[in-house]
């Protein structure tokens, strides 16, 4: 079946320094969302990129969805503590969508 | 206006009880899912209703678990003789339409989180 990977299951830094996470998905995607959890809370929806090849920002954060449609990136500069949570990817395959395992991002005391 | 709502907030039962955790979603969204989360774990699919459709229920982990909607609206997910591995977060979201990519966001809500002693 569809799967979307998502890696790498933790990223611990120090603050100030940028942080990323990736998903491969085994098949092309029509779209893909990213959500944010924060510890104890609930996913919440940042963005969806939906054309090949496309590049979000909103503030420090960059999404990136491949050519192929099959992979994409979010890239955090400057990491601030309020960064701190999980980031999920989920990628609408033929059906519905499919959920990365989460990048839980953590900084370094 | 008004989130996705899940009720209990909190459930604490006993080994082999039944629990019923209640999701009533944003008005008007016609697709809802249910989703469970272990502790540091990510998301698992439970089951999705959209519209009038029947229910796939392919992530229905045993037949203890059964979920139903009524008039397309509030969501219940049973669990039937709940075991300690049942214990986790259970999540809810809906969606505005589900075949429209553009709409497709998903709104959770805060979640039940069950404890099976």
């Known amino acids: 079946g569809q799967q979307v990977m998502q890696i790498p299951q933790y990223q611990h830094v120090q603050e100030g320094e940028d942080f990323t996470t990736y998903c491969n998905s085994s098949?092309?995607?029509?779209?893909i969302q990213w959500y944010k959890q924060r510890p104890g809370g609930h996913p919440v929806f940042l963005i969806q990129?939906?054309?090949s090849g496309e590049v979000k920002k909103q503030k420090r954060l960059t999404f990136q969805f491949g050519e192929a449609k099959k992979n994409s990136s979010l890239h955090i500069t400057a990491t601030q503590t309020t960064d701190v949570g999980t980031y999920f990817c989920?990628?609408?395959?033929?059906?519905?969508?499919?959920w990365g395992a989460g990048t839980k991002l953590i900084i370094k005391p | 206006g008004a989130g996705v709502s899940q009720s209990p907030s909190n459930k604490v039962t006993e080994k082999g009880k039944d629990v019923e955790l209640r999701c009533d979603p944003i008005?008007?969204?016609?697709?809802l899912y249910w989703y469970r989360q272990s502790l540091g774990q990510g998301l698992e699919f439970l089951i999705y209703?959209?519209?009038?459709?029947?229910?796939?229920k392919s992530g229905l982990p045993s037949d203890r678990f059964s979920a139903e909607r009524t008039g397309g609206s509030v969501s219940t997910l049973t669990i039937q003789r709940t075991q300690q591995e049942d214990s986790a977060v259970y999540l809810c979201?809906?969606?505005?339409?589900?075949?429209?990519?553009?709409?497709?966001?998903?709104?959770f809500g805060a979640g039940t989180r069950l404890s099976v002693l």
């Open positions: 979201a809906s969606s505005p339409r589900d075949s429209d990519s553009a709409k497709n966001i998903q709104y």
């Open positions: 008005s008007g969204h016609t697709a």
């Open positions: 209703f959209q519209g009038n459709s029947a229910p796939d």
């Open positions: 098949t092309t995607l029509s779209n």
């Open positions: 990129l939906v054309k």
């Open positions: 989920a990628g609408r395959g033929n059906y519905q969508l499919i």
